[in-house]
């Protein structure tokens, strides 16, 4: 069975704080896609990245990076320095490349004060 | 390349009517799946459809149905509705197995 485990619900931190979100998964497949998505107040689920199974690298883009580590099954978010504008739920994805769905996990509120 | 778009963007309805939504894929995209947000489930997966087939479907009852175009667009359908079927309906797209793209989503309530 595949599941996707986001145990923070909300997170709320000041601007300028670096903010980690927590993302732990479990599939039996052993080639994988895992993802990242940002859902604002308007609804619409933003793509923020997507990592294969077979890729261990860790990745940054500006603020964000993503730890990726298979032994503990973990995909985590970091958020360095946040600002207001990243308020949101962010969402952990896991699509197996034979079941043509994505579980999505429970997702964290992150609330960011000014 | 214009994104994925969704009709209506928001939808009231009572009880027993049946609504049909749609979805218009980024463009050469063949995948469509139609997910349901609710504050109690999350995001629940509904369906998938990749060239007119239907590939996957989640567990939600047989009043959820589906359909896809040749050209990619698809609809989805939801007859007899009930009160917890009131939920924001997100469309996605993707080439086949790769990233998926969301629409910004159809808010539907019912009354």
């Known amino acids: 069975a595949q599941k996707v485990t986001q145990a923070q619900t909300e997170i709320s931190v000041v601007e300028k704080e670096d903010v980690t979100l927590d993302c732990v998964y479990e599939?039996?497949?052993?080639?994988?896609?895992l993802f990242w998505y940002k859902q604002p107040p308007s609804g619409e689920l933003v793509f923020l990245i997507r990592r294969n199974s077979f890729d261990e690298q860790n990745e940054i883009s500006g603020r964000y990076s993503w730890n990726f580590q298979k032994s503990t099954s973990s995909f985590n978010f970091t958020i360095t320095a946040s600002q207001v504008v990243d308020s949101a739920v962010y969402f952990c994805a896991l699509r197996n490349t034979g079941g043509f769905k994505t579980i999505f996990g429970a997702g964290t509120r992150l609330f960011v004060k000014a | 390349k214009a994104g994925v778009t969704q009709t209506p963007r928001y939808l009231i309805k009572t009880r027993g009517q049946q609504v049909t939504l749609s979805c218009s894929p980024i463009s050469g995209h063949r995948s469509v799946s139609w997910y349901q947000q609710t504050p109690g489930q999350g995001l629940q997966f509904l369906f998938e459809?990749?060239?007119?087939?239907?590939?996957n479907k989640g567990n939600f009852p047989g009043r959820f149905s589906g359909r896809q175009f040749s050209n990619s667009r698809s609809e989805m359908n939801v007859s007899t509705l009930e009160l917890g079927d009131s939920a924001l309906y997100l469309c996605a797209s993707s080439s086949n197995l790769d990233t998926q793209y969301f629409g910004p989503g159809t808010r539907l309530t019912v009354l």
């Open positions: 459809y990749f060239s007119e087939t239907q590939r």
């Open positions: 599939t039996r497949d052993t080639t994988y896609y």
